[in-house]
């Protein structure tokens, strides 16, 4: 079992930045593929970003693409999704995802066994 704590949403302005935390309660969380969903009121969940075990595959939605950064720290068994330049429609709850794999460069947009809570990022226009 792994336990995902996500942290660092709030209300920004258009145009302003964020950093999202997700603390994995594991000690083996270098072997967990990471990512990051989210899902505005009315909406289906939307992909926003994956990283590999190792960090060095990222992979991002075409609607966050060159805005949003994810990175991990396993050392601290954290991720981060750095998010720049928001926009109204990037107003969500954010949800961090986790899924063991054998593999250090495989990454997955929603096929994850592990959830957070959620963290609501509200953008203001």
């Known amino acids: 079992q792994v336990q995902l704590v996500e942290s660092g949403g709030g209300l920004v302005q258009a145009g302003g930045s964020l950093r999202l935390s997700c603390a994995a309660s594991?000690?083996?969380?270098?072997?967990?593929?990471m990512g990051w969903i989210r899902q505005a009121p009315g909406k289906e969940r939307e992909f926003v970003a994956a990283i590999s075990w190792g960090g060095d595959t990222t992979y991002y939605s075409n609607s966050v693409k060159g805005r949003f950064t994810i990175s991990r720290d396993n050392g601290k068994n954290t991720v981060y999704l750095q998010m720049n330049s928001l926009k109204p429609e990037d107003t969500a709850v954010y949800y961090c995802?986790?899924?063991?794999?054998?593999?250090?460069?495989?990454?997955?947009?929603?096929?994850?066994?592990?959830w957070g809570q959620g963290t609501q990022v509200t953008v203001s226009s």
């Open positions: 995802a986790a899924r063991e794999v054998s593999a250090i460069d495989v990454i997955f947009e929603y096929e994850y066994d592990y």
């Open positions: 594991r000690r083996t969380f270098a072997t967990y593929a």
